[in-house]
């Protein structure tokens, strides 16, 4: 019985390999790589969307140089792995470009692969900030890399705050203290500022009245937190009740209707930086009605940038006149494209240029931008 | 040395103790009486703040003064959690009176997850937002550049509680049940003590006092959700065991140690390692004392 098995299966893959490259001529290949299932499949399906709705799209136009294009979207459950296989996977279906991948482990493990086989890869949400050095040149990104937010909170504590004592508390996980400690070397490089305290919290301790204390004894101007709503608003809140009156400031993680809801009045004042909003440009909304219109519902996570990446990748196709990588990577690097996110291109090391993080506050229980880096 | 910033950390430290003290109690009068460590107990601290939110949001909206909504929603929160413990006890723990000691401390850690879950999927998995509901004398609003008033508030409530308890385990008939329980049962039970009316009463006072600590930490730190009773339920039960397990001013005394190490620890040392304080504490009296601070050790007789 095995053998019956195994000779089927082995006639069957002989006729697939001899059948596909009859059609490889006539369509360009898109690798889509990320996590489709299990815990975090909400973080990788919208891009799978944003890439099926632009590709269509493309091809209710006539295609790309010509052909039509042909989405070969593959599960890698973000697990390094699983994406090496994938981006292996990929690179023999000899895919020109790849929308890809989600999670910040799993691009990393794939990025050797595509840099082997010079094959363009556009990440929508891995954040990662070596990953533009390891993936140089074929790695690209349009979402900021985790400290760019670091960075612009150290501009506007120091520029538009005029601080000079920063204390930074954190809650010892990986995103609340590595953006705590990128805020921390910014502002010791910038010299205009001291961080006068530097402590990790317990995640969901019953209270932090003492570690409120001590910030009131460093006598900051400013008090950063990196970690999430319920850690923050219950810092905002204790300090609010020890009358200390200076400015708080959190992160993505905070910038929730949650925060404001269980913070309550204690949150108003309170800045957090997030992502630029761009819920204003119109091609925002067009993204937005297609989502609606052939999934029925409002899109998920990463699906804007997603949706700029391929945008992005089929333009600088499409203004290359080829495939060939140097071409498309120069046109991804050189020519401007207009996105969901605004107008981008990409910079010498992949980031996108325009993508960014602004810094918002709470005014009448509702986050408003009050600060945006003009680049 | 700056006074003003250990007065402030004692306050805070011994704020946080209080609370944990209330809850140490629980577990300390079942441990006494029947040698179980009642895990599900944290759970009833929970129920008991959820409880007192959602009486404290309805009376608020009938637009009853702060005094009248703060009693009534601790009363009702006691009650309630009383049941709830009542039921635990009659539910998880009877059955297994005479089963060996890990049967119990299982069906404890099973009903503690049953009931942080029923929690989670009856209200929310989210933090929900707490009213500030403990009522603040007039007087010490004038003070609280120094002192913090809703702790002082909690810490009084605290003390009294505990005198009430001390005086009702010494002075009553119920009181002399539960110290003749806790002693031997056996010989409770042929002196014509109702041995499982006495367990009941136990747990259903260690439950009032959990839903007292629920209440007055929900309305301290302002935000609540069906997880805080396994943080709050580890640290209280670590209160209980380094003031002596089994006895009633060890429990008191070991949450305020607690409370206040974390403090002392956080403000002159740093925050980072506010467990590790804890815990170092727990294990330095343990090597020293093996029984708490308060605790007498029984020889076992081979």
Known sequence: ?375 | MDWSYFLDLFMSGLTKGSIYALIALGYTMVYGIIQLINFAHGEIYMIGAFVALITATILTSMGLNLFAVFILAILVAVIYSSAYGFTVEKIAYKPLRHASRLSPLISAIGMSIFLQNYVMLSQTADFVPFPEIIPVPKFLEKVSDYVDPVGVVIIVVTVVVMIALSLFVKKTKIGKAMRATAQNKTMAMLCGVDVDNTISVTFVIGSALAAIGGVLIGAYVGQINFYIGFIAGLKAFTAAVLGGIGSIPGAALGGVVLGLTESFGTGYVSSDYEDVFAFVILVLILIFRPAGILGKSNTEKV
């Open chain 1, 1 to 375: 019985m095995k053998k019956i098995f195994g000779l089927l299966s082995a006639a069957l893959f002989t006729v697939l390999a001899v059948v596909a490259p009859s059609f490889a001529a006539d369509v360009i290949k898109i690798g889509v790589a990320g996590v489709h299932t299990g815990d975090l499949a909400p973080f990788g399906i919208p891009t799978v969307h944003a890439a099926k709705i632009v590709a269509e799209k493309y091809n209710k136009e006539g295609g790309l140089l010509g052909k039509k294009i042909e989405l070969i979207v593959l599960d890698e459950q973000c697990k390094p792995e699983v994406a090496t296989n994938v981006a292996t996977s990929l690179v023999t279906s000899k895919v020109v470009g790849v929308i890809g991948h989600i999670c910040s482990g799993a691009t990393k493990a794939a990025l050797p692969i595509y840099k082997q086989d010079k094959i363009p890869v556009i990440s929508p949400s891995a954040t990662n900030p070596s990953l533009t050095k390891i993936g140089y040149p074929v790695f690209f990104r349009t979402i900021a890399p985790d400290n760019a937010q670091g960075k612009l909170q150290e501009e506007f504590i120091v520029n538009k705050l005029h601080a000079k004592r920063v204390a930074i508390i954190h809650d010892k996980g990986d995103y609340g203290k590595g953006l705590a400690t990128y805020l921390k070397n910014y502002i010791e490089k910038s010299g205009k500022a001291k961080v006068v305290l530097f402590e990790g919290i317990t995640p969901g301790a019953m209270d932090y009245s003492a570690v409120v204390q001590k910030i009131k004894r460093a006598r900051p101007d400013v008090v950063m937190f990196g970690g999430y709503h319920p850690e923050a608003s219950k810092i905002a809140m204790t300090m609010k009740r020890k009358r200390l009156k200076m400015p708080f400031i959190s992160d993505d993680g905070i910038k929730n209707d949650k925060f404001i809801q269980v913070a309550g009045k204690y949150a108003e004042g309170v800045y957090a930086s997030g992502p630029k909003d761009v819920s204003g440009n119109p091609l925002y909304k067009v993204a937005l009605n297609e989502h609606k219109k052939k999934y029925g519902t409002e899109p998920g996570a990463f699906y804007y940038n997603a949706y700029a990446a391929t945008q992005a990748l089929f333009e600088a196709i499409k203004k290359a006149g080829t495939t060939d990588f140097a071409k498309v990577t120069h046109a991804l690097r050189t020519n401007y494209v207009e996105t969901p996110l605004g107008k981008i291109k990409f910079d010498k090391k992949g980031e996108a240029e325009g993508v960014g993080f602004a810094v918002y506050q709470v005014k009448n229980g509702k986050f408003v931008q009050v600060y945006a880096p003009s680049k």
